[in-house]
T-cell receptor, first 117, second 115 residues
Framework: AQKITQTQPGMFVQEKEAVTLDCTYD???????LFWYKQPSSGEMIFLIY??????QNATEGRYSLNFQKARKSANLVISASQLGDSAMYFC??????????????FGKGITLSVRP | DSGVTQTPKHLITATGQRVTLRCSPR?????VYWYQQSLDQGLQFLIQ???????AKGNILERFSAQQFPDLHSELNLSSLELGDSALYFC??????????????FGNGTRLTVT
């Protein structure tokens, strides 16, 4: 079974509007971290935001916020006031404590976001 | 700038050849992870080193190997290259290992093209 599911094939948003990128995850671990990364067309992977499984409040980082619904195992990324530079591929990822001392990042397949002027 | 340096940025080589990808982690980071990104497989974890020791292996082929040196830089060696090895190879680093609350910081990647 996939650990991270990102099913939206591609998203479009008008500049200055908000957009939500969906992510669901699967784990039996109680302790885990959820991350979102941005990959522009230039290829680099940029860390955006983190949410811990024990965090009671949703994470926020500038225009990025995470809508964390633990019971539903979802961690959707919300980008407010979209900018043209937000056009990129977005990846949801998870680190689980049960993998032991190594705790690699497991990624979803990504969502392409295009911001229209 | 993530602080993780990968060289070279681009590599074009022929089938059957061997290449070495190099990674310098962020200052102070002891853990290095290697990932492969291809269109069909997405981002796949290959291998992890922590302070010079191999800690975890993912979907790494036997033709591939890696090491982390005393100065903490890491190299990924790819041999007997096949067309299907063409991909973007990322190195990422983290201060420790096992801390689920810490992100991995990625380099800009090495784009390998096998012809």
């Amino acid at each position: 079974a996939q650990k991270i599911t990102q099913t939206q094939p591609g998203m479009f948003v008008q500049e200055k509007e908000a957009v939500t990128l969906d992510c669901t995850y699967d784990t039996s671990d109680q302790s885990y971290g959820l991350f979102w990364y941005k990959q522009p067309s230039s290829g680099e992977m940029i860390f955006l935001i983190y949410q811990g499984s024990y965090d009671e409040q949703n994470a926020t980082e500038g225009r990025y916020s995470l809508n964390f619904q633990k019971a539903r195992k979802s961690a959707n990324l919300v980008i407010s006031a979209s900018q043209l530079g937000d056009s990129a591929m977005y990846f949801c990822a998870m680190r689980e404590a049960k993998t032991g001392a190594n705790s690699k990042l497991t990624f979803g397949k990504g969502i392409t976001l295009s911001v229209r002027p | 700038d993530s602080g993780v340096t990968q060289t070279p940025k681009h590599l074009i080589t022929a089938t059957g050849q061997r290449v070495t990808l190099r990674c310098s982690p962020r200052s102070g980071d002891l853990s290095v992870y290697w990932y492969q990104q291809s269109l069909d497989q997405g981002l796949q974890f290959l291998i992890q080193y922590y302070n010079g020791e191999e800690r975890a292996k993912g979907n790494i082929l036997e033709r591939f190997s890696a090491q982390q040196f005393p100065d903490l830089h890491s190299e990924l060696n790819l041999s007997s290259l096949e067309l299907g090895d063409s991909a973007l190879y990322f190195c990422a680093s983290s201060p420790t290992t096992g801390a689920v609350y810490l992100p991995l910081h990625f380099g800009n990647g090495t784009r390998l093209t096998v012809t």
